[in-house]
Structure formats: structure tokens, C-alpha cells
């Protein structure tokens, strides 16, 4: 693997890394498509989600199988196969990215694209698949399979290329059963938190869309460089703004879209000049700021743990247990008694 692809690793450990301190309950509301440029923040479309679906001889899969116009990671495991093959749609253009969690043996597995089978032999696990919805892909599983698929729509990937100084991307490469490291690494990375009530909240996604949307373009899209990317952070507006945004919505139930709209930027090109002013991602600076509110009210009020961990923007007090103990080294509950203790500790004299 490049330096590149080395670099996108390093920035998705990051990332998932962050979202087990994320803390939000994650419950979305499929919104309104919107259809503007994908240069506006307004062209990414409805609230991110994540969903871990389980069948077994009982349950059935609609065939055609239609997902929404979002960006949507979604755990889907059987205990019994497919008994006939499903197609897969998008309610808008979007790429359909799947990984294996486990092997297939050979003949257990099939996969069409416009509507052509393509040759597959034994599926190792965490072999992946992207192929775009345009073709309206399907497939069959004879046995008991488990799989994660992301739903990227093209739209934020096109703000994702132009940011990145390329124009609109006409095509992407189609790959089946292709060893992908970097996509591997991103699974094994958001498995546990697929489907969790106390998942990453709205914007960790939307962070995590945007690495994805990275690899995604500069491993499989055909792309042509159209112009230097400007390297600057926020102008100092722009900066108070996101601030302020951000800081109102402590449970990170907030879209990188409506910030970025407020600072007339497209999305991709907010969290790059974000990252440059803070030196940090939007996600990351919120739990930050979470932190030192929770131990503001920690060290000046007598507010019950469980209190402070939903004035402080976590979805309830393990998630806020979790956070605080992996960022300052001690549960709050200790915190806060060194530092009571602390305060009354008698002064040495001169």
C-alpha cells in the first residue's frame, strides 16, 4: 500500500477510534432530498445511519432491495442464505460498497452487474465489492453469510472531488472480491458500533463519510486533476461561527452540512479548513469541548453524575463514564473527589 493509501489507514483509526467516545444516541430521520449542486453544503442529502439487520429462515429480503438517498453503513447476516438472488437500488445515483465478514465457498456465492454474472471462486473474508447502483447489481448467497454494506451517494462524492481540485466523476472502477486493506481496516473499525443505540452520533458519520469518500475516489474513481486545492484554514468568522454551532449542539446532533452552510463553504472544503484551524476534526473538537464541561460541573457543583453526563452532551452516563475515563485516565467520580479533596487540602506555610 502507497503513502496514500497509508495515510487514509491512519486517518480512519483515528476516526473510528473517536467514535466509541462519541456517547450520542444516534436516532435520525430520513429528511427531504435535496437536489442543489454538489458544490453546496445542501447536496448532501438525509441524516447518516447505521442498521444491523439479522435473518433467518423466516425472514425474507425484498428483491428489488431499495436503500435510501443517505449515506447508510448496514450490517446484514443470515443464518440460512438467499433463497433466490436480490437486486440492489438507491433511490439516488450512490455506490454500493460490501465487505465480507466471513469466507463462502466456492458456488455458495453469485453477483450480476447490469445484469451479467461475474465470475467469483471462494470469498476470503473482509474481501470487498464496489459497484455503482447504475447497474443495478444483484446477488445470491446459498448459505449462511455476513456482510457490511455502505451506501455512499455519488453526490458527496462529487463535493468530496471538487474540494480535492477534480472535476465531476464520470465513472468509478467496478471491483468484486478485490483484497482492499484500507476498506477492511474501515470495517473491522465501525463493526462494533453498527446498529448500537449509543453509535457515533450525526457528525462522527459525516466525518467518517468523508474518509471513506476519499478512498473510495482515489482508488476506484477515474479521475482528471482540474486545480490547486487551496491549503488555508477558516477565515476568523468562519471560525467563531462553527464555534458557536458546534458548542449549541454538545450531543453532536448536528450535520457538518449546517455548519458548513453557515460558513459558505461546501462540506468537504469546511472539514479540511476546519482541521487546519483547530488541528483537529469537527467530531474531535466536540468531545473535547464535552469534557471540559463535564468537569466544570464536576468541580463546582454537586449535580448527580448521570446529570452532568446529559448536560455535558453524552447520551447517558456510561457512554459519559467511557469518554471521560479514556480521555482523563480516571472515572468522574474519582475526578471529582481528588479535586474536592484537593480544595481542602491546608495550605504549606511561607
Avoid at 496514500?4 to 456517547?23: A, Y
Wanted: charged letters at 25%.
Amino acid at each position: 500500500m502507497g503513502r496514500k493509501g497509508s495515510s487514509i489507514l491512519q486517518s480512519f483509526r483515528k476516526v473510528t477510534g473517536r467514535l466509541l467516545l462519541e456517547g450520542a444516541v444516534n436516532k435520525t430521520q430520513a429528511g427531504k432530498q435535496n437536489q442543489d449542486s454538489p458544490r453546496s453544503p445542501e447536496a448532501w442529502s438525509e441524516d447518516p445511519f447505521t442498521t444491523h439487520i439479522k435473518l433467518d429462515r423466516n425472514s425474507s429480503v425484498p428483491s428489488p432491495f431499495r436503500t435510501p438517498g443517505t449515506f447508510t453503513v448496514t450490517r446484514l447476516e443470515s443464518s440460512d442464505g438467499l433463497p433466490e438472488r436480490i437486486t440492489k437500488l438507491s433511490s439516488v445515483p450512490a455506490l454500493l460498497v460490501s465487505i465480507s465478514l466471513k469466507s463462502l465457498p466456492l458456488h455458495s456465492y453469485q453477483v450480476w452487474v447490469a445484469d451479467k454474472v461475474i465470475p467469483t471462486t471462494v470469498i476470503p473474508p473482509f474481501r470487498s465489492n464496489v459497484i455503482d447502483f447504475d447497474s443495478e447489481p444483484s446477488c445470491w448467497a446459498g448459505q449462511a453469510f455476513d456482510c457490511v454494506h455502505y451506501t455512499v451517494p455519488r453526490v458527496e462524492l462529487d463535493d468530496i472531488a471538487a474540494d480535492l481540485g477534480f472535476g465531476r466523476v464520470c465513472s468509478y472502477r467496478l471491483s468484486v472480491v478485490e483484497d482492499d486493506l484500507v476498506l477492511a481496516q474501515i470495517t473491522r473499525s465501525i463493526l462494533p458500533f453498527i446498529g448500537r443505540r449509543d453509535g457515533p452520533s450525526l457528525l462522527a458519520l459525516d466525518q467518517f463519510s468523508l474518509i471513506l469518500g476519499a478512498h473510495l475516489l482515489q482508488r476506484y474513481g477515474v479521475l482528471q486533476k482540474m486545480s490547486k486545492v487551496s491549503k488555508g484554514g477558516l477565515a476568523p468568522w468562519q471560525k467563531r461561527r462553527a464555534a458557536e454551532l458546534l458548542q449549541e449542539h454538545l450531543d453532536g446532533r448536528i450535520r457538518l452540512t449546517e455548519v458548513a452552510r453557515e460558513c459558505s463553504l461546501s462540506v468537504s472544503h469546511f472539514a479540511r479548513s476546519f482541521k487546519a484551524t483547530f488541528g483537529m476534526a469537527p467530531h474531535k473538537w466536540l468531545i473535547g469541548h464535552r469534557i471540559e464541561r463535564a468537569k466544570e460541573l464536576l468541580r463546582r457543583t454537586t449535580t448527580p453524575i448521570a446529570e452532568v453526563a446529559i448536560q455535558s452532551g453524552f447520551g447517558d452516563q456510561a457512554a459519559f463514564t467511557r469518554t471521560f475515563r479514556q480521555v482523563m485516565g480516571i472515572s468522574p467520580g474519582r475526578w471529582r473527589r481528588y479535586i474536592a479533596a484537593r480544595a481542602i487540602e491546608p495550605k504549606n506555610p511561607a
